[in-house]
């Protein structure tokens, strides 16, 4: 039997004579890679940010970065893109692997026949080739293969029963194992640095925290900005705005590592960390106004090159914004007063409750001082103006906090209206409404803004908490007039608002009339913004300023004005936020120095 | 395939058992136990088909870790059979007796990760690298980018640009510099 069977089972191949032959019909012409075969690179240049991790990981060195033409450097791009050199590449495919934002493929095609061996390297999706379009080929398997962790590590956070009446801290920030983990998301591309207002070595300082080096990344971070606590917790990060891991998943929490690294040095140990002084060996001395973020990082900075510092500040307490703008749940005293307290301790003398333009005057100044640096910032609000603003119970926002801070009492309504959109708008609101809940029990409270949700410029982070501590957010109207009836707020009426800004990009509301409200309230509060008071500029300094078509103060790249022995930074430059004014600060300093070394003139600072 | 899985766990000492696909899971033994097991699997479960040995190296636990895959023609299923070895002096019982091309593998992983297999037919032989007298390339401890970059220099006139110091020159570099 078995012998029939093996004479017979040869036959048995002759079933396959009917099949559909596996082979390709015309291997001569086509032969065509598999549908994932990773043949010659893609790029998809509009796509691509030129972040180089593609070359970071290959193995073979096959990877560089070059310029190329048509791609500008801007922020979030580096204006370079990734040029393959077959004659090294081992087509493993671990570049289009890792590339940040996927614009990085493989086509399946695989043949490429040229005399020239130099044609074998190439930039992808610059030079053109004949397989840019092919749709098979390599790409990043998706969503079970991933070689970056997409999801950043959560903050822990108080939750809003929690925090609804209180002015604790509301992040709690990371632990060591939290931190590491999101420092190890980072790939270390420095894409981030050139937004950053102050360029901090932001991939350096997250390396620190993933090698476990805190004193070093202390150091790196005072290196461009002396307010690390402070900005660990409230900075505007734009940096995160353009992180590379941001495109296909969450950014870096840049700003909580910095947070993590500064609450990870205590504030005994920050002599020991930086091992600064300041030698005070120039005989030349600087005047500061405002004990600000600016005035502070300049301080801090002119201290270190041996500068004579003295700070007139208005308030009796140093910080000013950080201090008397930004409520206690987003920035403790504690951890604003670590930072200033070291910046002080560095020889820096301040002199409190001392108004330029009133207790001395900035020509005093200019004749006891080599040099003077305004950074007052934005402390007058203004008002919308619309009928019934000048009613008692109307109040100005930034005044509201500045009192409440200096531990104050201040108005407090049962039902308040606030009008604006901006992150102060938010502070006022939230400040309030924890007040409401410590005296009543509830929150009653409208905030309304001219811009939608959409385009408000608050944080969007500001906005969610503010719900979620049972605020009435009511964007998106125009407000007309207050109704006051026997002397007593009744509520504010608005009507719709279409647009902000006209084509122009200036502010130029359109309304619909026929779309009105109301919001009842018994006390209202302007948190539109706020505008500058540089009256103790006097009249000879000021002619001899250059001010812009608008009426900004004119500075060249070093914050110096065309008096020349007078910088000024901060939010009456640019901004406004804390961020800028610390950059400004440190740039300011740098230019004093170099004018109180007979290097910097106003004009050749300019347009360099 | 769960009665293979059930009669291997009751004979040897089972750390791990994955079930990859239907008809394909890895159970772990201890070293000492993978030969036997080996031939256990061909000559009374059917398992005579060698399909191949592999190693991943995990240079963190300080171990490489060997894979061998078996098929049952019959049942058409595969078994993986995995084990760990110290990654100092790497070495292992040799399995050619078995099947005769478990030498070839053997001459491999000898080559690329420096696994020893002694007494497997020309194991110290070269088998793909020619003339390597480096570090096994596939442990994990050799820098592939710094061998590549040693041995293939790179083409005259070429460069390549860091993106955070390019951006740093195109967008916000001054040029101030500190007293000396």
């Known amino acids: 039997m078995s012998k029939l069977k093996d004479i017979l089972t040869p036959f048995t191949a002759w079933n396959n ?45 096959a990877i560089r970065m070059v310029p190329v033409e048509g791609v500008e450097t801007k922020e979030g ?56 379009k092919e749709e098979k080929g390599w790409k990043k398997p998706e969503p079970d293969y991933e070689l970056n962790i997409k999801e950043r590590v959560s903050m822990p956070q108080r939750e809003a029963e929690e925090r609804e009446d209180s002015f604790i801290e509301i992040v709690k920030g990371y632990s060591r194992e939290q931190a590491i983990a999101e420092a190890d998301r980072c790939i270390d591309c420095g894409i981030c640095q050139a937004t950053c207002p102050a360029h901090m070595d932001i991939p350096d300082y997250i390396r620190a925290v993933r090698e476990e080096n805190l004193e070093e990344g202390f150091r790196i971070m005072y290196k461009t900005n002396p307010l690390p606590e402070v900005c660990g917790r409230i900075c505007t990060h734009k940096c995160e705005d353009v992180c590379a891991m941001g495109h296909r998943g969450d950014p870096i929490a840049i700003r909580w590592l910095k947070r993590y690294i500064a609450d990870s040095v205590s504030q005994e140990n920050y002599q020991q960390a930086l091992q600064q002084e300041n030698p005070q060996d120039k005989d ?78 900035l020509d005093e100044l200019h004749e006891n001082y080599d040099s003077v640096l305004i950074g007052t910032g934005l402390h007058a ?34 039902r308040i209206v606030i009008i604006g959109g901006g992150n102060v708008a938010m502070d006022i609101t939230r400040t309030l409404a924890r007040l409401q809940n410590q005296k009543y029990g509830e929150v009653h409270i409208i905030t309304t803004s001219l811009e939608t949700e959409d385009v408000m410029p608050a944080d969007q982070e500001e906005i969610d908490e503010a719900r979620e501590e049972k605020v009435t957010l009511r964007p998106g109207w125009g407000p007309q007039k207050i109704e006051i009836e026997n002397d007593q707020i009744k509520g504010l ?23 009105q409200a109301f919001f009842e309230g018994d006390m209202v509060v302007e948190a539109i913004g706020q505008g500058m008071d540089i009256s103790f500029l006097s009249k000879k300094v000021r002619e001899g300023l250059d001010f812009t078509q608008r009426g900004r103060l004119m500075v060249n790249d070093w914050f110096q004005s065309k008096q020349e022995w007078l910088f000024m930074g901060g939010d009456i430059i640019q901004g406004p936020d804390v961020i800028h004014g610390i950059a400004n600060g440190h740039k300011a300093a740098r230019g004093i120095d170099m004018y109180l070394r007979g290097d910097l003139r106003y004009d050749e600072g300019r347009n360099k | 395939m769960q009665d293979i899985v059930d009669k291997i766990r009751s004979r040897y000492d089972v750390s791990e058992v994955t079930e990859q696909r239907e008809n394909l899971t890895f159970v772990t033994v ?151």
């Open chain 1, 17 to 61: 004579l009917a099949r559909d032959p596996v082979t390709v019909k015309d291997p001569v012409n086509d032969r065509p890679g598999s549908a994932r075969y990773r043949g010659f690179h893609q790029n998809d240049i509009e796509k691509c940010i030129g972040c180089g991790a593609c070359e970071s990981i290959c193995e073979t060195g």
């Open chain 1, 77 to 132: 791009d580096s204006g370079l893109r990734p040029e393959v050199d077959y004659g090294r590449c081992c087509w493993c495919a671990l570049c289009v692997d890792i590339c940040s934002t996927g614009s990085l493929t493989m086509s399946n095609e695989y043949i490429w026949v040229d005399e020239d061996p130099e044609a074998f390297t190439f930039v992808p999706g610059i030079d053109p080739k004949p397989w840019d």
């Open chain 1, 284 to 361: 030349k001395r600087v005047a500061i106004i405002g004990a600000g973020p600016t005035g502070l990082s300049a301080a801090y900075y002119l201290a270190l090159m041996g500068y004579t510092i003295k700070i007139f500040e208005s308030q009796p307490r140093a910080g000013g914004m950080m201090r008397y703008g930004i409520p206690e749940y987003r920035l403790p005293y504690d951890a604003l007063d670590m930072d200033i307290d070291y910046i002080l301790s560095l020889g820096v003398d301040i002199q409190y409750n001392t108004r330029v333009g009133a207790d001395v005057t």
């Open chain 1, 381 to 414: 609000g203004k008002s919308t103006r619309i009928p019934g603003t000048d009613h008692k119970d109307v109040h100005q926002a930034i005044k509201l906090l500045r009192e409440f801070s200096k531990g104050n009492e201040i108005p407090l309504a049962r």
């Open chain 1, 493 to 515: 009426h608005v009507q719709r608002c279409l647009s902000v800004f006209d084509e122009n990009g200036r502010f130029s509301p359109k309304f619909d009339e026929e779309d």
């Open chain 2, 30 to 180: 201890e070293k000492d136990q993978v030969v036997p097991l080996l031939m256990q699997m061909r000559d009374q479960e059917g398992f005579s088909h060698f399909v191949l040995l592999t190693a991943v190296d995990w240079i963190e636990e300080g171990v490489f870790q060997l894979t061998y895959i078996l098929n049952h023609p019959g049942k058409k299923v595969d078994l993986g059979i995995r084990a760990h070895i110290n990654r100092e002096h790497a070495s292992m019982e040799s399995a050619h007796h078995l099947w005769q091309q478990v030498a070839t593998y053997q001459r491999e992983l000898k080559e690329m990760f420096g696994i020893d297999f002694p007494g497997s037919p020309r194991v110290d032989e070269e088998f793909f690298l020619e003339g390597w007298d480096h570090t096994p390339p596939m442990r994990r401890e050799f820098d592939t980018k710094k061998f590549s970059e040693q041995t293939y220099f790179p083409r005259p006139g070429s460069k390549s640009y860091d993106p955070r110091e390019y951006m740093k020159q195109k967008l916000y570099c001054d040029d101030y510099e500190e007293e000396q």
